[in-house]
């Protein structure tokens, strides 16, 4: 099996990669009150001393009140916490790799299974995390504009702080999200709509406001899922038309790359061929794509979640499509996150050294 398709350079702006392999942002909620400590920059250096190509950040939130629903999930926002990932950065860069922080509102939420909650409610499009489970509030015109401008104000401080990329993540039921599906955005003033590029409205503007903030040279990721947790069948766009007209804008808006989440990478996203979701994203905006979902391993990350483990498996498939055109780059999560030394690994041949997931990996930072 050759994988040397996958060591060769990408370079893009403010990206210049050594190889195609992505770190998948992975939220791992050790960061007390927000803060990143010396063990998450420890972390994350590791993974770069491990030959990853491109590091995407577990998601850190951005400044409103209740963009988090879990007091450890690392802040993008105030001296304590930039501080922390000025730390991550300096380290990362120190052992050759490159980084983005993945900038996220989650949105309406389920409580935390801790019992902690925000200062102030959930806030979100219609107040609904999914159909008929209201959990929050509905935001008000002043809200969205000022969510949008902490969205560009994270952007910049990345940018400050010295980081490569960003990545704003607009998948998974969280916030953008959200206003992306007509069943949770029932709004009928210009956020709203009936059609799926009328929902866009918000996403343009979070993206055109970190445009304004970090300017045309900086690398900008989007990430992007057609499925939701609570529905893993569930389809934004039905056909390749309907993800044209859903994505296209948001290109043209300023997105460079955008990271195309699904849970195997192998399922076609359509009737029509084997491309999935990353190849149709690709084919249908031009647009570099990421491709990611359990790539490297069987079964699933929510199936992590839910204590189930698994094996590694190999890479002929991933290679034959990326060998095709269908993507750029190719995001990796449970393997990295039990193996800082995955990607050495693959490259030098000893496939007999990687390691297999469990859910003990979920929870500890691994460093060796």
Avoid at 45 to 57: F, P, T, Y
Avoid at 244 to 258: K, M, Q, S, Y
Wanted: cysteine-free; hydrophobic content about 40%; proline content about 6%.
């Amino acid at each position: 099996m050759s994988t040397n398709n996958l060591f060769s350079p990408f370079n893009l702006k403010t990206l210049n990669l050594k190889n195609r392999i992505v770190m998948a942002p992975m939220t791992r909620s050790f960061s007390p009150n927000g803060v990143p400590t010396d063990e998450v920059a420890a972390y994350y250096q590791k993974r770069a001393e491990g030959e990853v190509g491109l590091i995407l950040s577990e998601g850190t939130v951005i400044d409103r009140p209740s963009s988090s629903n879990d007091a450890n999930v690392p802040h993008f926002y105030g001296d304590l916490a930039l501080n922390g990932w000025k730390k991550v950065i300096e380290e990362v860069h120190a052992a050759g790799g490159q980084m983005g922080p993945q900038i996220w509102h989650m949105g309406i939420m389920d409580n935390h299974h801790s019992g902690w909650v925000p200062p102030v409610p959930f806030e979100g499009p219609s107040g609904l995390n999914r159909p008929d489970f209201r959990n929050g509030v509905t935001m008000t015109e002043k809200d969205i504009e000022d969510t949008i401008l902490a969205f560009g104000k994270a952007a910049a401080d990345a940018k400050r702080l010295g980081f490569d990329t960003i990545e704003i993540h607009g998948a998974h039921g969280y916030l953008i999200d959200q206003f992306f599906r007509a069943e949770t955005n029932l709004r009928e003033d210009i956020y709203g709509g009936k059609t799926l590029p009328e929902r866009n409205r918000f996403a343009i503007e979070v993206i055109k406001e970190i445009r304004k903030q970090v300017g045309n040279d900086f690398a900008v990721i989007m990430r992007f899922s057609q499925f939701k947790p609570s529905d893993y069948n569930y389809k934004l766009a039905k056909n390749p038309k309907e993800l044209e007209a859903w994505l296209t804008p948001l290109v043209d808006a300023g997105v460079d790359i955008i990271h195309a989440s699904q849970r195997r990478f192998w399922e076609p996203e359509f009737e029509e061929s084997d491309l999935n979701f990353a190849g149709w994203a690709k084919k249908v905006t031009g647009a570099p794509t990421i491709t990611v979902g359990s790539v490297g391993l069987s079964g699933d990350f929510f199936g992590a979640f839910a204590g189930e483990s698994s094996e590694p498996t190999s890479l002929e498939e991933l290679n034959r499509r990326f060998d095709r055109g269908d993507f750029d780059l190719v995001a990796v999560g449970r393997p990295l996150l039990s193996d800082p030394n995955w990607v050495a690994k693959i490259k030098a041949g000893k496939t007999d050294e990687l390691k297999g997931f469990s859910k003990e990996a979920l929870g500890a930072l691994v460093l060796e």
